[in-house]
Every structure is written in structure tokens, then in C-alpha cells.
């Protein structure tokens, strides 16, 4: 069993808040503080969107940290690479703005920081044991777990609905 953990979104429960988004941001700024994060220059930016969709349905979305990541290769400088707990991250002082990593994310989640002339994107929170978006989600729409665990909790709920009459 994979003790390296992943992000994954329930939709089912997101009520497009944006704690996450904030929570985020804040972990990214100077003083990891929400007073001192609104004075800020520049202001921090969350690495995490929330897309509305059709309804009521809202979607976080951040990057998947793919295995066979898009935007590791199509680095021209290097600075895109894998950390020891799978995430991908980017070195930001080997950044140069060209933007192709953005260009070949098939998610759309990496930001540019037009200033500064860099690429971010969810790192993960590497000095926390929990990314800080799914520690602020009130709703628990974010799970921080191994797929082997998150496989079998969907498994579990999936078998007490049939269970309950309820599966199909």
C-alpha cells in the first residue's frame, strides 16, 4: 500500500465557500497570517480555483500532481519538478515566464504571476501535515488520503447505500 497522499474533491459536498481558496492564499503569504495577508504586497495568491457549473454544482480544482506530468517535460528551464512526496512543484527562482507549463496543463490550474514573471501552483503545503485547503473546507470536500484509503471509504459508503436500499 502508497503511504504518498493525494487531494481528492467530493463535489457532492463542495458549497463553493472559498475557505479554500482564502486558506490557501494565506499559507502562501509572507506572515502565513490572514491580517497581515490582506496588506500584503504583492497579495498572495491561492492555488486553487472553484469553478461554478450547471445548478448548484461547484467544482475545486487544483493540480493533480500528474504522474506522467505534461508540464515537467515541457519545462524549458527545469525549474518543474517532483518532490520526495509526489507533488510537482516549481522553483521559482529558476522560473523564467514562458509559460509553456500553463500552456500544457490539461487542467488549467497552474497561475502566472504577471510581476514577478513565475509560474505557481498547489505545492501541496509541504511544511504542513495537511494542505491547508482541506484542513479550512468545512464541509470535508476535500480528503487529503492515499488512493488505497480514498478507494476504500467510496467503496464502504457505496456498499451501506446498497445496503440501505438505496445503490442501484
Known amino acids: 500500500m502508497s503511504d504518498l497522499k493525494e487531494i481528492f474533491v467530493n463535489t457532492q459536498h463542495c458549497t463553493g465557500c472559498l475557505s479554500c481558496k482564502l486558506a490557501c492564499a494565506v499559507q502562501h503569504s509572507k506572515n502565513k497570517d490572514l491580517f497581515s495577508a490582506l496588506s500584503q504586497d504583492p497579495k498572495p495568491k491561492s492555488r486553487l480555483y472553484v469553478e461554478w457549473l450547471w445548478g448548484n454544482t461547484k467544482v475545486p480544482v487544483l493540480c493533480r500532481h ?75 470536500a476535500l480528503t487529503y488520503a492515499t488512493v488505497d484509503k480514498f478507494s476504500a471509504e467510496k467503496r464502504q459508503a457505496a456498499s451501506r447505500e446498497v445496503a440501505q436500499g438505496q445503490g442501484g
Do not use: F
Open 66 to 140: 500528474c504522474e506522467d506530468a505534461p508540464c515537467v517535460n515541457a519545462c524549458i528551464s527545469g525549474a518543474i519538478t517532483r518532490a520526495e512526496n509526489n507533488a510537482v512543484i516549481t522553483n521559482t527562482d529558476k522560473c523564467i515566464g514562458c509559460w509553456t507549463c500553463v500552456m500544457v496543463c490539461p487542467y488549467g490550474v497552474i497561475g502566472r504571476d504577471k510581476d514577478l514573471k513565475i509560474a505557481y501552483r498547489c505545492d501541496r503545503c509541504p511544511d504542513q501535515d495537511h494542505p491547508a485547503c482541506v484542513d479550512a473546507c468545512p464541509t470535508e
